[in-house]
Nanobody, 113 residues
Framework: QVRLVESGGGLVQPGGSLRLTCTAS??????????MRWFRQAPGKEREWVAQ???????YYPDPVKGRFTISRDNANNKIFLQMNSLKPEDTALYYC?????WGRGTQVTVSS
């Protein structure tokens, strides 16, 4: 069974950093021909994408996180990472990873003093 599991979320003060990890198993592969994405969803808001890596390695970020978030992958260990720096309270959300039609269950990130 294809599966993605996120980890690394938590409570952090504004200006702090977190590194999220998405572990793929059961046939899902970070070295696949599909783009890999991180999304987030805050309470009362729609899910929005925050990082994308194409199969060739090109990355994209929306303006709210550009320069602060970085997506990367470890093909050997089948993991995707999201390094988040200079975190702001508005970054508080449930963060999900996605490959093709497969989604994880999310990991909570809370930015608060």
């Amino acid at each position: 069974q294809v599966r993605l599991v996120e980890s690394g979320g938590g409570l952090v003060q504004p200006g702090g950093s977190l590194r999220l990890t998405c572990t793929a198993s059961g046939g899902a592969s970070v070295a696949s021909s599909f783009a890999m994405r991180w999304f987030r969803q805050a309470p009362g808001k729609e899910r929005e994408w925050v990082a994308q890596m194409l199969p060739g390695g090109t990355t994209y970020y929306p303006d709210p996180v550009k320069g602060r978030f970085t997506i990367s992958r470890d093909n050997a260990n089948n993991k995707i990472f999201l390094q988040m720096n200079s975190l702001k309270p508005e970054d508080t959300a449930l963060y999900y990873c996605n490959i093709n039609t497969t989604w994880g269950r999310g990991t909570q990130v809370t930015v608060s003093s």
